[in-house]
């Protein structure tokens, strides 16, 4: 989307006159400046562009208030912070700071590498995981020979949100597929309905591909991931007994 706002109208020669005080040699002079603005907005991105004839960097007088200027005015993705190394004032994040999460459930200890090529998935999953939006949630649906599933606060599978409040988009990789067990991936209820609640694959489950983004891959713990998968369960595929996850830590 975007908007064209235009700057002043055009004025005649008596206008011009009248607001150049009368000095028809200065206003014969004076080439009136087109500041007119173009402003669009980003696609699936919560920022806006705004384009004009104006120089900014043009007036020196003007250059401190121009290049000081917060220009980053939204919160910093996840790929932004894996991407940049820890500043001189020691408020930045070194690259490797989010490469991996540890879920620490009642039956064991889960090592995950996660992936930055799906950046948005990264970011809610670290924020949820850093708030505590998981602590206490259980596996509410364990299936045999293919998945356990988590992250749903009312332990039913009809819960829980992304940090932005609803659902966000899906992303799609194409070297990151369902192709072997422990694998973890966001569950949905169709295309574009991520959440909070997302599955760790026991076998290889290529089905799902373009489905459900895929954000890791269990590196320790695979045999945490394969008692849970054993346990029995209720007809609606729910542990008999709660198995919860305690934290989240995010290296």
């Excluded at 004839?53 to 894996?82: C, G, I, S, Y």
């Excluded at 954000?215 to 695979?222: E, P």
């Excluded at 209720?234 to 007994?241: A, G, M």
């Amino acid at each position: 989307s975007f908007c064209l706002c235009l700057g002043d109208p055009k004025m005649n020669q008596q206008m011009q006159l009248a607001r150049g005080s009368g000095n028809s040699t200065a206003m014969g002079d004076k080439k009136l400046e087109n500041n007119s603005l173009v402003v669009a907005l980003a696609y699936q991105q919560r920022r806006f562009y705004v384009f004009s004839h104006v120089d900014p960097f043009k007036d020196q007088e003007q250059d401190d208030a121009v290049t000081n200027r917060d220009v980053w005015n939204e919160a910093p993705t996840v790929q932004d912070q894996l991407l940049t190394s820890e500043g001189a004032g020691g408020t930045g994040h070194k690259v490797t700071s989010m490469a991996k999460a540890i879920l620490r459930t009642t039956m064991g200890d889960i090592h995950i590498k996660l992936f930055p090529e799906v950046p948005k998935t990264l970011e809610n999953f670290c924020e949820h995981a850093r708030s505590g939006y998981y602590d206490g949630v259980i596996f509410h649906r364990v299936i045999s020979n293919f998945m356990l599933q988590t992250g749903d606060p009312l332990g039913d599978g009809t819960g829980g949100e992304s940090i932005w409040g609803g659902e966000f988009e899906d992303e799609f990789v194409r070297d990151l597929r369902h192709d072997r067990p422990f694998t973890v991936s966001m569950a949905n209820a169709g295309p574009n309905t991520n959440g909070s609640q997302f599955f760790i694959t026991t076998v290889a489950t290529p089905w799902l591909d373009n489905k459900h983004t895929v954000f890791g891959r269990v590196t320790k713990g695979m045999d945490v991931c394969t008692k849970i998968e054993n346990v029995k369960t209720d007809r609606n595929d729910k542990p008999l007994e709660d198995i919860k996850i305690l934290s989240v830590d995010i290296e």
